[in-house]
């Protein structure tokens, strides 16, 4: 698979940024409006609807336009790992149906004197088969600009 890694310092407390990065609210607000998300549903790993914090066993279903003119694209992912030890942290969310053969999106945090450093590693896979695995380390041309965008709106709404 292919892998894309890009990190960021937000002069934000830890606390406050792994509290955005837990909730739909976060993932809304750091998505590019250009793509068109729409989260449709969040389950919690309960069967709860819309829980507070995205636990391990949360499932989100979204759907994306991207430039509201492309075909909508359907997306289920799931987080499969969610930890925090102090002043570290991490959660995955997997692709579990979607445009990608594969994604696993790793996000983690760490404090770091007055702030906090995020980290977001994404492997991927185009579909495809062997032509999409040849293609997809370019899958770097559409994720930096969004990357770029969502550590960008990070510092925004976080930094004092």
Do not use: C, K, N
């Amino acid at each position: 698979m292919a892998t894309y890694h890009r990190e960021t310092h937000v002069r934000a407390s830890f606390e406050d940024v792994w509290e955005f990065h837990a909730t739909t609210d976060g993932l809304e607000a750091l998505t590019p409006s250009f793509l068109g998300l729409t989260v449709e549903s969040v389950t919690g790993p309960d069967g709860e609807p819309d829980p507070e914090v995205l636990a391990a066993g949360s499932r989100i279903e979204m759907s994306m336009r991207p430039l509201g003119v492309a075909p909508q694209q359907r997306w289920t992912s799931v987080i499969t790992h969610r930890e925090r030890d102090g002043d570290t942290g991490s959660f995955r969310d997997e692709m579990v149906d979607g445009p990608f053969t594969e994604w696993e999106h790793t996000h983690r945090f760490r404090a770091d004197g007055d702030g906090t450093v995020v980290s977001d590693t994404v492997r991927y896979e185009f579909p495809g088969g062997p032509a999409g695995r040849l293609v997809s380390p370019l899958g770097v041309v559409g994720f930096e600009p969004m990357f770029r965008y969502r550590h960008r709106r990070t510092r925004q709404l976080l930094e004092d």
